[in-house]
């Protein structure tokens, strides 16, 4: 191995562990361990030891594998967070996994699974950014209030996570990578005593996986 070839692989594995903050542009350790120097080489990065930004962008091309777990759901993120400023949806992180949390008033009418038009814009954000980062698993999960009977609940919470995931899978996210399931109201996030609690427990969540290995 040169010393260009080593000094390359280096700097790919110091950026994947010290990756920059994108809210206050300070260095920080990325939220997982990185991959090793030999996964690096396999992505081909000799050539971006010229400059840094190269060798970050190269690694974060090359998935996973060239960026480490952290650095990769960290980009991942901070597009999320910048795309979907203002459009209601709430964006979450969790150790390495992202979090989408769609509130129902502003993804379907009421009682129905039929998208609503002017969240088109926001669901074409997020699928952007899916069909980039394919090295994502994703898991769909439908959510109602305690209003009305089980199975209408239950139906109802599959067919509107289904509906999100059918249409991320017309902007070019692969249909292998969703898992779509609905738990109806069994997993209530607040009091559906209250009309505000009902409101809140009307979801759909996208839950943004790193693949394993």
């Known amino acids: 191995m040169d010393i260009k070839t080593a000094a390359t692989i280096g700097a790919v594995t110091l950026l994947a562990a010290c990756t920059t903050n994108p ?4 260095q920080q350790a990325s939220k997982a361990a990185t991959y090793g120097a030999g996964a690096a080489a396999v992505c081909g990065l000799a050539g971006a030891i010229d400059s840094s930004k190269h060798a970050r962008n190269a690694a974060l091309g090359c998935g ?8 990769y759901m960290d980009v991942q ?17 969790e150790g390495d996994n992202i979090r989408l949390i769609m509130p129902g008033n502003i993804t379907f009418q009421t009682d129905s699974y039929n998208l609503r038009g002017d969240f088109y814009p926001a669901l074409n954000s997020v699928g952007e ?6 090295d994502t698993t994703l898991r769909v999960t439908g959510h109602t209030d305690n209003t009305g009977g089980r199975q209408h609940n239950q139906t109802l919470s599959e067919r ?5 995931a059918d249409y991320l899978a017309t902007r070019n996210v692969d249909r292998s990578r969703l898992l779509v399931q609905g738990v109806g109201f069994d997993q209530p996030i607040a009091d559906n005593s209250t009309e505000q ?11 943004i996986l790193p693949k394993a290995g």
């Open 129 to 134: 950014v899916l069909a980039k980062y394919a």
């Open 160 to 164: 509107r996570a289904g509906s999100v």
């Open 77 to 93: 993120e901070a597009k999320l967070r910048e795309q979907l400023q203002g459009t209601g949806v709430q964006v979450a992180r």
């Open 23 to 26: 809210y206050t542009g300070q």
């Open 197 to 207: 609690g009902r409101a809140q427990n009307r979801r759909v969540e996208l839950y």
């Open 64 to 71: 996973i594998v060239g960026a480490g777990v952290g650095a």
